[in-house]
């Protein structure tokens, strides 16, 4: 079974403060996605990523697959109150199912 | 934007009823996808249908079945409802561009089954 292990699985942090999380496989995919999940919402998505080693930038956001394609990080600089949430990601081994991390809840402080 | 809508956000319901969940998609999208998600568990796939009229079951599939007769219309349905189906219900629909599956989830669906 392929897993998708994210940690930290709590992150409980000062507005102002940089974070990074990470999204670890076994298993290689073809992309990643992540997204911000809020209270009784569903998820939205940030980003796809599909080439290794690829880096992408969403305002204070940078988000990074891994050169072989089995894991990513996301890294949020001078987090707000507005970044708190469950970050998802969720790989896809290029069929159209999708394997999804346990989930990092980010809290910001104000 | 894409959009998938979620017919209802919150339901409530008896024990034994025969529950409906409607979504639909604006993006003419392939795939579509029903997941649950419970604290502690995370997401898990329920069914999904890649094409009008095909579905596949995912993970836990027992107690639901679906319905997809249009492409821009996936159903989920609980043929009797039960208390452990009480959860968060996410439909989902996605596309591919080259060797990205990009998928989209509605707002979800707080089923709470008395």
């Known amino acids: 079974t392929q897993l998708l292990e994210q940690s930290p699985q709590f992150l409980s942090i000062q507005e102002g403060e940089n974070l990074t999380v990470y999204c670890n496989s076994s298993s290689v995919f073809s992309s990643l996605q992540w997204y911000r999940q809020e209270p009784g919402e569903g998820p939205v998505l940030l980003v796809t990523?599909?080439?290794?080693?690829e880096v992408k930038k969403l305002k204070r956001l940078t988000f990074q697959f891994g050169d072989a394609r089995k894991d990513s990080s996301l890294h949020i600089t001078a987090a707000q109150p507005g970044d708190t949430g469950l970050y998802l990601c969720?790989?896809?081994?290029?069929?159209?199912?999708?394997?999804f991390g346990t989930g990092t809840r980010l809290k910001v402080l104000a | 934007d894409v959009k998938v809508t979620q017919s209802s956000r919150y339901l409530v319901k008896r024990t034994g009823e025969k529950v409906f969940l409607e979504c639909v998609q604006d993006?003419?999208?392939?795939?579509m996808f029903w997941y649950r998600q419970d604290p502690g568990l995370g997401l898990r796939l329920i069914y999904f249908s890649y094409d009008v009229k095909m579905k596949e079951k995912g993970d836990i599939p027992e107690g639901y079945s679906v319905s997809r007769e249009k492409k821009e219309r996936f159903s989920l349905i609980l043929e009797s409802a039960s208390t452990n189906q009480t959860s968060m219900y996410l439909c989902?629909?996605?596309?591919?561009?080259?060797?990205?599956?990009?998928?989209?989830f509605g707002a979800g669906t707080r089923l709470s089954v008395l």
């Open positions: 969720a790989g896809s081994p290029g069929t159209y199912k999708y394997i």
């Open positions: 989902a629909s996605s596309w591919t561009s080259g060797r990205a599956y990009i998928q989209y």
């Open positions: 990523v599909v080439t290794g080693g």
């Open positions: 993006m003419d999208h392939e795939n």
